[in-house]
C-alpha cells in the first residue's frame, strides 16, 4: 500500500523554489517554462516623450515584428476620433535614419476592424489608391481614389524589412481635407520602436 502524503503551504513553496531554480536532484539548470517573445503585435502602453507639447497626438499602429532587419508589416492608423474632415490627400514623413527600402508596391490603403484582447485588428476592405514615394524615402504620399470619410477606421499598411539598426521613429500623418484651399495640417504622430 503506497502512502500519500498531503503538499503544505511550506514544502509546495520549497518544492516550487526547486523546480525555478532548475535544481531537481542536482541536475544542471533547466531552460525557462516559456520562451521568450519575439514580437509585439501592438504598441506600448507606456511612452515616453522629452517634448509632449499640445502640438503632438498619438497615433494608433500595429507592428508584427520589432527585431531588427525582421520582416514586418505596419498599420498606421486613423481611427474615426483623429480626424474631423475626410480625406482628399494623406501624407506621411518617414525619418531620414529609417534605413528600410520603402517600395510604393508594397502599400496598401484599408479598412480595418480593430481588434481587442481577443482578436487582432484586420483589413476588412482594400481601398484603391495611388502611392508615391520620394526618391530619399523620408515621404510617403497616399491619394485614394475617393476620399477618405470620417467614420471607420483606416490604416496604411507598410511591408517592409525592419532597419538594421535599433531605434525609435517617429511617423508623422498630415492630411489634406477637400477644398479650394490645398493645404495639409497634423493629424498626429506614430512612435515605431524597433529593439
Avoid at 527585431?67 to 498606421?76: H, K, L, P
Avoid at 502599400?107 to 480593430?114: E, Q
Avoid at 481614389?145 to 490604416?155: C, M, N, V
Amino acid at each position: 500500500m503506497k502512502r500519500r502524503f498531503p503538499l503544505t503551504p511550506r514544502s509546495s513553496a520549497g518544492l516550487a523554489a526547486l523546480i525555478g531554480c532548475g535544481a531537481i536532484g542536482g541536475a544542471a539548470l533547466l531552460p525557462p517554462l516559456t520562451p521568450p517573445a519575439t514580437a509585439q503585435n501592438t504598441p506600448s502602453l507606456l511612452e515616453f516623450r522629452w517634448d509632449s507639447g499640445t502640438g503632438y497626438r498619438k497615433l494608433y499602429f500595429v507592428q508584427s515584428s520589432q527585431r531588427r532587419s525582421d520582416r514586418s508589416e505596419y498599420y498606421f492608423m486613423l481611427r474615426k476620433k483623429d480626424r474631423k474632415t475626410a480625406i482628399l490627400k494623406l501624407s506621411i514623413t518617414v525619418p531620414s535614419y529609417f534605413n528600410a527600402r520603402i517600395r510604393p508596391e508594397a502599400l496598401t490603403l484599408c479598412k480595418m476592424k480593430l481588434g481587442g484582447v481577443l482578436a487582432r485588428s484586420k483589413c476588412t476592405e482594400v481601398l484603391p489608391a495611388v502611392f508615391e514615394v520620394n526618391e530619399k524615402q523620408t515621404a510617403i504620399e497616399v491619394f485614394p481614389d475617393t476620399p477618405i470619410p470620417t467614420g471607420g477606421t483606416y490604416a496604411v499598411v507598410m511591408n517592409v524589412f525592419n532597419p538594421s539598426q535599433g531605434g525609435m521613429f517617429q511617423f508623422n500623418a498630415l492630411a489634406q481635407a477637400p477644398g479650394d484651399i490645398p493645404v495639409s495640417g497634423y493629424i498626429g504622430s506614430w512612435i515605431v520602436d524597433i529593439d
